[in-house]
């Protein structure tokens, strides 16, 4: 049963769940989910993860995310970006000198007010579809973090890339939204391209023709990444076989000598156990990957 995580590099008009669903047939495999979703419009680094690497998915969603934005100054819609209703337009008087500016406000941690047009639930009904038959309701602001933020290029006085690096539940088109109402002119977003997403990036990344054409010559196990690579960041700790049945029967391991923290634990034959933390002497099961 193929195991492990995909790096797709999403095609615009296509949802994340899409995707997947792609994926599952190609796999044959029923268990396949993904990493921080993808509007259809947007493109880029969507981790898939199939199999027992379904298990590493809460852990994906939460890292911080980077993308490339187009900023459309002037235009104010509906959804915040280009694919929406144009509800205003303005001219546009502001130069590059005061869209550096207004860039500083957003650095740091901020606060946004979710986009009516979003999937986020306010009294049990998603905000999309409250927003297609016409009504808005308070949306509390939520905090976020721009960890980066930086003015890539521009053609024009409308038209600007932006290089973002952001926490999890940042939306980029509300960013885009609230520089152009920062300079007055409003503003939109115009094309989205997730660059880096769970640490991996655009290099790690494949498109669904490769994954097709891979499966056609029987290849596409060839190009999952393995789960652990996921946890690269933690150190490793090998179990010697007494130690690593305790393990696999849920049992807390008494291990001296560690640093505190997450470790990728193996077994000695090299095959990938479990995310564990020690603490105080003992090593606990944070997740595990063996087969049962």
Not at 34 to 59: C, K, N, Q, S, Y
Not at 141 to 167: F, N, Q, T, Y
Not at 176 to 197: E, F, K, P, Q
Request: glycine share 10%; proline share 5%.
């Amino acid at each position: 049963m193929p195991n492990g995580i995909l790096v797709i590099d999403k095609p615009a008009d296509w949802t994340s769940m899409d995707v997947c669903a792609k994926v599952r047939g190609i796999f044959h495999e029923k268990r396949v989910g993904h990493a921080g979703t993808l509007d259809p419009m947007a493109t880029g680094v969507l981790p898939v993860f199939i199999g027992r690497a379904t298990r590493a998915v809460e852990f994906a969603s939460e890292s911080e995310k980077e993308y490339i934005a187009e900023l459309k100054l002037g235009i104010i819609t509906n959804t915040q970006d280009t694919t929406g209703e144009v509800i205003e337009e303005r001219p546009v008087t502001a130069g590059r000198e005061e869209l550096l500016a207004v860039l500083d406000q957003f650095r740091g941690d901020i606060a946004q007010i979710p986009p009516m047009y979003s999937a986020i639930k306010v009294g049990g009904k998603k905000l999309y579809e409250l927003a297609r038959k016409g009504k808005e309701v308070e949306r509390p602001p939520r905090p976020v973090r721009i960890h980066e933020l930086e003015l890539l290029d521009s053609a024009g006085p409308a038209d600007h890339r932006l290089r973002v690096r952001c926490s999890k539940g940042t939306y980029v088109r509300t960013l885009c939204h609230d520089i152009g109402a920062a300079l007055g002119c409003g503003g939109c977003m115009g094309a989205l391209r997730r660059t880096m997403a769970a640490g991996f990036t655009l290099a790690d990344a494949v498109t669904l023709e490769a994954v097709q054409a891979a499966a056609d010559h029987g290849e596409a196990e060839g190009l999952l990444l393995p789960v652990d690579a996921y946890f690269a960041g933690r150190p490793d700790l090998i179990l010697k076989p007494e130690a690593e049945k305790k393990l696999r029967n849920g049992m807390t391991l008494v291990l001296p000598g560690l640093t505190a923290g997450e470790y990728r634990v193996y077994g000695e034959d090299g095959g990938f156990l479990a995310l564990c933390r020690w603490e105080r002497g003992k090593l606990t099961t944070v997740k595990s990957f063996f087969p049962v």
